[in-house]
């Protein structure tokens, strides 16, 4: 079972990287501040800084906050089989996954059919956090936007320069704050089984690969589908998202990095007099982000009801 666990942790983490290499790649791509490639390199270094220096403040998101007890490593692989799941069908679709309600909503599950007790306060801070997240960083990129448009550059070459900086520093701290939320999150499910030095280097090293591998797939929807950027609609919407997502980080909630990114998008998108959301990407996001924690949990009990009952 320890192998399973192992190849269903690189699995989904490398997926977790391609999916959204995103948030990070796809917004200073879309930009053309930077190539796709580049940008990956940048959310790989990101990453790896954030799981290592905040990821342990998300190790008791799950098992402790939301689920009281401890799972089995049949049940972390279902949980890890779900979640990678969700992940191949949102990036089959170039869509970005919400992966912490994927974790969530496969751990719940599996704790319904086990029997396990839930913690109300936790479910409802969480399901509360969800909900505000996406708003909160559409308001704040939104502020932002405006605000950096009362600010010209005179010279075109200066703004390349200033907006390129802004940019690639957003764009490293987007994905520091994955690696703090969502990898830690995931690393915290699984460092009883696999150890806390294991589970943090298999998160670096898979998460990294899946972005490099296939991440630019899924940055092009953000970069090129969800909205037209320019360097400060990039700059706020990033900053807009990952703040949000760092403050949920210090409250130990495990918050979705993609929702609050798009949120940040719109609001930037607003804030420059433009909607920056087709109508076609935003209805097929609104869906995702609805089903992915129900049919998670769905899967997840109904893995455990087959193969156990």
């Not at 049940?75 to 089959?92: E, H, K, N, P, R």
């Not at 970005?96 to 839930?118: D, E, K, N, R, W």
């Not at 009362?150 to 701290?173: D, N, R």
Request: include cysteine; glycine fraction near 12%.
């Amino acid at each position: 079972m320890a192998a399973l666990l192992i190849a269903l942790t690189l699995l989904t983490l490398g997926m977790c990287g391609a999916n959204n290499a995103s948030n990070s790649a796809g917004t200073i791509a879309g930009s053309k501040i930077l190539s796709y490639r580049n940008g990956i390199l940048v959310f790989v270094a990101g990453l790896a800084v954030g799981v290592i220096l905040e990821g342990s403040k998300l190790s008791n998101a799950i098992q402790g906050n939301i689920v009281e007890g401890i799972f089995s490593d049949y049940s972390l692989s279902v949980i890890l089989g779900v979640t990678f799941a969700m992940i191949l069908i949102a990036t089959a679709a170039r869509l970005p996954l919400p992966i912490t309600q994927a974790v969530v909503g496969a751990s719940i599950g599996s704790a319904l059919y086990l029997g396990m007790p839930l913690n109300s306060s936790g479910l409802l801070l969480v399901a509360a956090s969800w909900a505000l997240a996406p708003f909160v960083a559409a308001g704040v990129s939104m502020v932002l936007s405006k605000v950096l448009r009362k600010y010209k550059i005179k010279s075109l070459e200066g703004t390349v320069v200033v907006y390129g900086i802004m940019t690639l520093a957003a764009s490293f701290y987007t994905a520091y704050v994955f690696g703090a939320n969502t990898l830690g999150t995931i690393v915290g499910v699984v460092r009883g089984d696999l150890g806390v030095t294991l589970a943090l280097g298999v998160a670096i090293i898979a998460a990294s690969a899946g972005a490099i591998i296939v991440g630019q797939r899924v940055s092009r929807t953000v970069g090129e589908g969800v909205a037209s950027l320019g360097p400060a609609t990039a700059f706020s919407s990033q900053v807009g998202g990952a703040s949000t997502v760092h403050i949920f980080t210090q409250l130990a909630v495990p918050v979705s990095i993609s929702q609050s990114i798009v949120g940040g998008v719109y609001g930037a998108g607003l804030g420059k007099g433009t909607r920056a959301l087709s109508r076609e990407t935003a209805v097929k996001l609104i869906l995702l982000w609805a089903g992915t924690p129900i049919f998670s949990i769905i899967m997840a009990w109904l893995l455990h009801a087959v193969t156990l009952g």
